[in-house]
């Protein structure tokens, strides 16, 4: 087993406690010590004096499930620091299945950018798709969450329709097979179908099943402009109602006419909170959002799957009635000039890459609700978008919150392999972003807080034992920083950048990255939760 001691730097431990002087011992994958270290230990020595020794970060909101078949050493991921990935997120993503509706599930991954293995979805449950991914060998750890809306997809489909007794009974049957296998809970995405169709009882009912496995429930809410409040409600009676822990994805208020509304939901959490709710939330810095360009078509129009989509797209019997919802979605999300695509399936239409919505109709002279009609026929749907559409003032005010995690929402990119993708460039910046510009330059909250906000407290929302802190005994997940110069370096017209100031990654004791470069020597792991919340 290696051993390497970090001597002389400043020790951020994670709990949110002020920074000390001090030396690391890392022996095999775990922490031996931290703080003072006995001289004459055999071992490799880092001198990293002025650098900041921190817990490896910890990011708790990603879809990373599919694109470590891509990037397996999670390149733009362990580049910021981060060596836990907790995915799956938003309702998306590659378990529990049905070998049925097999291509149904496929489809519904194919809303996000990444592979599946050669043969496609070929497993059934957690453990199935974790023997897959080892096969890759992943460079850095995945927290696995089971998806809600493959959950659904094997048991309903993508009907619009409460379940049956009996399928409700078959949902929780399933959602408790993948708990057992180690599932970290069940994350939702109220907005995107077939997730969006499961009403309050029955996000109830499989509340009381993660509930009893002491798993959390992570949800992109039902709404995030004039109806975030409801939908913030709409959480926090779910967790009281099943007595599940929560969590908000990525609170926020979308479009102009809502900013402040991000503050107002933070209250209401926080308000939850004093009156027994377990209740969290996670955030990202960025003033824009990205996902489907399906999003700006109503949820009733894609009852029935991607297929049954593309047929009303293409109805001239629906056409003005989607065209009016499509044109009122963008305006709430700033207009078709603050919508600009980033992926695309097709080469014909690879030219729109990183151009806007008002580009495209432009240069087609057509309306912009029409050209986005258009696109996602072309598209089959399977197209990208990022919308910038919110307010500093719940971004600060936000990110100054103890009960707020960092988490990117992004994905394990890299740079050559993925270049043809104008992305959101959060899979590359968002920790050193939170550490740089909101630390250093803004001055928003202290480092301290930051390094809790990206470590310890994220492990504890997600009661992962062993990871999240400095300290003797826990996993050998380490990120060494320099305070007065990391930053992100990746921004919308150019995403694929790899940030600057953190030149050491430790994944479970192995180097990951040295002097600023990858060593493609991560040796990271499928974590599974125990009964007793620790990863086995």
Same mark, same amino acid.
């Given at each position: 087993m290696s051993s390497v001691l970090l001597r002389g730097g400043t020790i951020i431990d994670g709990s949110g406690s002020p920074g000390y002087r001090g030396d690391v011992w890392i022996d095999?994958?775990?922490?031996?010590?931290?703080?003072?270290?006995?001289?004459?230990?055999?071992?490799?020595? %880092?001198?990293?004096?002025? *650098?900041?020794?921190?817990p490896g970060f910890i990011d708790l909101h990603t879809h990373t499930d599919r694109k470590i078949f891509d990037n397996p050493l999670g390149d733009s991921k362990v580049m910021q620091g981060v060596t836990t990935d907790v995915t799956s997120n938003c309702g998306i993503g590659p378990f529990p299945a049905c070998t049925s509706r097999f291509a149904e599930l496929e489809s519904y991954l194919g809303t996000l950018s990444g592979s599946l293995p050669t043969g496609g979805v070929?497993?059934?449950?957690?453990?199935?798709?974790?023997?897959?991914?080892?096969?890759?060998?992943?460079? %850095?750890?995945?927290?696995? *969450?089971?998806?809600?809306?493959a959950l659904r997809i094997a048991v309903i489909g993508w009907d619009d329709r409460p379940p049956t007794q009996a399928e409700l009974v078959q949902m929780q049957q399933l959602l408790d097979e993948s708990l057992s296998q180690g599932a970290w809970g069940m994350s939702t995405g109220l907005v995107y179908p077939p997730g969006s169709f499961a009403q309050a009882d029955e996000l109830t009912a499989l509340g009381r099943v993660l509930a009893k496995h002491e798993t959390l429930y992570t949800?992109?809410?039902r709404g995030e402009s004039a109806t975030l409040m409801d939908s913030v409600e709409e959480a926090i009676e779910l967790g009281r109602q099943s007595g599940v822990r929560v969590q908000v994805s990525h609170l926020k208020a979308i479009g102009k006419p809502f900013w402040g509304q991000g503050l107002a939901a933070l209250r209401r959490i926080e308000i939850a909170r004093t009156v027994g709710v377990d209740i969290w939330a996670d955030q990202y810095p960025y003033e824009a959002t990205a996902t489907s360009l399906a999003a700006l078509v109503p949820g009733w129009a894609q009852d029935g799957g991607i297929a049954a989509l593309l047929a009303r797209l293409a109805d001239?019997?629906?056409?003005?009635?989607?065209?009016t919802a499509i044109a009122k979605e963008m305006t709430i999300r700033g207009g078709p000039e603050r919508v600009k695509i980033s992926v695309l399936k097709t080469a014909e239409n690879q030219q729109w890459v990183g151009k806007t919505i008002l580009d495209v109709a432009t240069a087609r002279n057509i309306p912009a609700e029409e050209t986005v009609r258009q696109l996602l026929i072309e598209e089959e749907a399977k197209i990208n978008a990022v919308y910038f559409s919110l307010g500093e003032v719940d971004l600060d005010g936000i990110m100054q919150s103890s009960i707020v995690a960092v988490g990117s929402d992004g994905q394990a990119m890299n740079p050559e392999r993925d270049r043809s993708e104008n992305v959101h460039p959060?899979?590359?910046?968002?920790?050193?972003?939170?550490?740089?510009?909101?630390v250093r330059e803004k001055r928003l909250l202290s480092l301290e807080l930051a390094v809790h906000k990206m470590s310890g407290l994220p492990a504890h929302i997600l009661r992962l034992s062993d990871r999240g802190l400095v300290k003797a005994g826990f996993k050998a997940d380490l990120a060494v920083f320099d305070p007065s110069t990391v930053i992100d370096r990746a921004d919308f017209s150019n995403p694929h950048q790899y940030p600057a100031g953190i030149p050491y990654v430790f994944v479970n004791g192995t180097l990951a990255v040295k002097d600023s470069q990858l060593t493609g020597e991560g040796k990271g792991e499928i974590l599974r939760k125990n009964d007793r919340g620790q990863a086995r």
């Open positions: 095999g994958d775990q922490i031996r010590a931290a703080g003072e270290v006995e001289r004459g230990i055999t071992g490799r020595e %880092i001198d990293v004096s002025g *650098l900041v020794v921190s070929c497993w059934t449950d957690f453990n199935g798709f974790s023997a897959a991914v080892e096969k890759v060998n992943p460079g %850095i750890n995945l927290a696995m *969450l089971t998806a809600q809306g949800s992109h809410i001239p019997a629906l056409r003005e009635t989607l065209l959060r899979s590359y910046g968002t920790f050193p972003r939170v550490l740089g510009r909101y």
